[in-house]
């Protein structure tokens, strides 16, 4: 599967920009209620109150609202309330918006060690990097192609 995110395939890399959600949601099934609670911080930062309001019934909404400030957290019974598949729609729409939120999740993953052991939490966080990788790769060629306009010279 980590073959498709360096595909030039486009029909590659939808398979796995759909994975990725996907692996997501099981990453949250098995994780731990503290750790479920810092992934949807994490997927809830970049979304406002309106874009919540169509996802998952709106339980996000919910949250974030209960929450007030900008910088919340989530407490551990509305953890309990989050399904495993309202985190895959939540990754989805955030995929969407910040392509980057939901690759920073990597970071997070990686410092847990009850999520180190799981398997879908080792292939989510190569597929994070790869995906983060490409996309740098991607923005220096970008500037290396377009260089910076040159002031023109006074002549003598």
Sequence with gaps: MNAMID?????????????????IGQVYECAPPAERGRMLEQLLQPLGVLSLV?????IF???RLRSGARDFHIRLDEVTRVQA?????????V???????VDNLAQLLSASPSLAASAATALLVA???KRRRARQAHTAMQDDED??????RDRP
């Design 85 to 93: 598949s309202d985190v895959v729609a939540l990754a989805q729409h």
């Design 7 to 23: 595909s030039p395939d486009p029909i590659d890399r939808q398979a796995a920009e759909q994975a990725i959600p996907a692996l």
């Design 147 to 152: 260089p910076a306009p040159v002031a023109p």
């Design 61 to 63: 909404a919910g949250i």
């Design 54 to 58: 169509a996802i998952a019934h709106g």
């Design 127 to 129: 597929m994070l990097v």
């Design 95 to 101: 995929q969407q918006v910040s392509v980057e939120a």
